[in-house]
């Protein structure tokens, strides 16, 4: 016999209107009750509703005449593929909206943006920042093939929470 069935059969001692019904393992076992206690209900959080922000959005392209002296390096240091295009889903917001100058977004922020097009609404990453001058303004990274030379008012811009996924 192994100790932890020793241990079972000396702390709980066989009843016998069981023992010839069950195998000789489980005879030796004698049922207990249980009380089941209720336990207190659990109410469901709502998610957090985060602010959103009515921008003007416009498209710019990886060019020292739009950007600085290397278009192709974003504010976060990140580095902008030669054959990239709006598909990329990459946009530089204007510094009072960047946590840095005192707004709610960082730099690699997931953004919704709706308002624009349905082509180019949808989720972005923030990698850039506009020129000083902008206020609430949002600029959508895109490729010089694509020709889209369009300003767009009260675009709505709010801040994807990131999902937590246990591994």
């Not at 922000?53 to 030669?82: G, K, M």
Request: glycine share 2%; charged share 25%.
């Amino acid at each position: 016999m192994s100790i932890a069935l020793v241990l079972l059969t000396l702390l709980f001692p066989a009843r016998p209107m069981f023992s010839a019904a069950l195998p000789s393992t489980v005879a030796h076992l004698s049922p207990r009750t249980v009380a089941f206690v209720s336990a207190p209900l659990v109410v469901k959080r709502l998610p957090r509703r985060l602010p959103t922000y009515t921008v003007t959005a416009t498209i710019y392209e990886a060019d020292a005449r739009q950007t600085d002296s290397e278009p192709f390096v974003t504010a976060d240091n990140s580095r902008i593929p030669r054959r990239h295009s709006s598909k990329m889903r990459w946009m530089a917001l204007s510094r009072d909206l960047l946590k840095r100058w005192g707004g709610d977004f960082e730099f690699g922020d997931s953004v919704r943006v709706t308002g624009i097009s349905p082509k180019l609404d949808g989720n972005y990453i923030i990698h850039d920042t506009m020129n000083r001058r902008h206020r609430h303004c949002m600029d959508i990274l895109a490729a010089k093939s694509e020709h889209l030379n369009e300003m767009w008012k009260n675009v709505k811009i709010s801040k994807i929470e990131p999902e937590w996924h246990a591994s």
